[in-house]
């Protein structure tokens, strides 16, 4: 079965602390993306890359950055976390041309809490 | 810019219900539509999809048919259960080449025994 993994279920962190959300994707897709989720807010786009070292920003960029260093991982970080970034983090893929009539894959989340 | 916008929630419903979840949408060319299902601490799953006007997406029960002219996507089920209590998103994917879908603020459906 095809999978979208996202490393932790639940992360509490401290104010300040530097912080890295870990996904990998076993489907050999190029397409990867990282969204919020946010109560009355639904998905907001972090982060996209469709290729590896390539990345674009979403629609909410700012205090968080991305890494592509191999095909199947993408990863978040937050430079200094902050108690605003306290939301589920949502990471998806898709095979490059076929996101727009297939739609994507998604991990299960990531609840963050900064304290 | 593109936008999706979906009815308010909570939509709490008797078993056996017929259910709407309104979507309408805002976009440049022809887009892509799809709805998703988010089950209680799960990440979100594809439920149907259409890709043209006038397609009708249909999984599990749940129907939406594709309509250009008033740029919506409602997604319907004749009668509901307990299982489907979720939350729904309504989301498209333009051809301008932006590879990122734009999602709606979601719908919690709540079914009661």
């Known amino acids: 079965d095809v999978k979208v993994t996202q490393s932790s279920r639940y992360l509490v962190k401290r104010t300040g602390e530097k912080v890295f959300l870990e996904c990998v994707q076993d489907m050999d897709h190029e397409n990867m993306f990282w969204y919020r989720q946010d109560p009355g807010l639904g998905l907001r786009l972090i982060y996209f890359?469709?290729?590896?070292?390539?990345?674009e920003k979403g629609d909410i960029p700012e205090g968080y950055s991305v890494s592509r260093e191999k095909k199947e991982r993408f990863s978040l970080i937050l430079e200094s976390a902050s108690t605003n970034q306290t939301s589920m983090y949502l990471c998806?893929?898709?095979?490059?041309?076929?996101?727009?009539?297939?739609?994507?894959?998604f991990g299960s989340g990531t609840r963050l809490t900064v304290v | 810019g593109d936008s999706v916008t979906q009815m308010e929630g909570p939509v709490t419903l008797s078993e056996e219900a017929f259910l709407t979840i309104n979507c309408t949408y805002t976009a440049t060319g022809y887009p892509s539509l799809f709805w998703y299902v988010q089950y209680p601490g799960e990440g979100l799953q594809l439920l149907l999809k259409?890709?043209?006007?006038?397609d009708k997406g249909s999984n599990k029960g749940f129907e939406a048919t594709y309509r250009k002219e008033t740029t919506s996507f409602h997604l319907e089920k004749g009668s509901v259960q307990v299982s489907d209590s979720a939350v729904y998103f309504c989301a498209l994917s333009d051809h301008t080449g932006r590879r990122a879908l734009t999602f709606g603020s979601g719908t919690r459906l709540q079914v009661q025994p």
């Open positions: 998806a893929s898709s095979k490059s041309g076929t996101g727009k009539n297939y739609g994507y894959t």
């Open positions: 890359s469709y290729d590896v070292k390539m990345k």
């Open positions: 259409a890709t043209k006007a006038d």
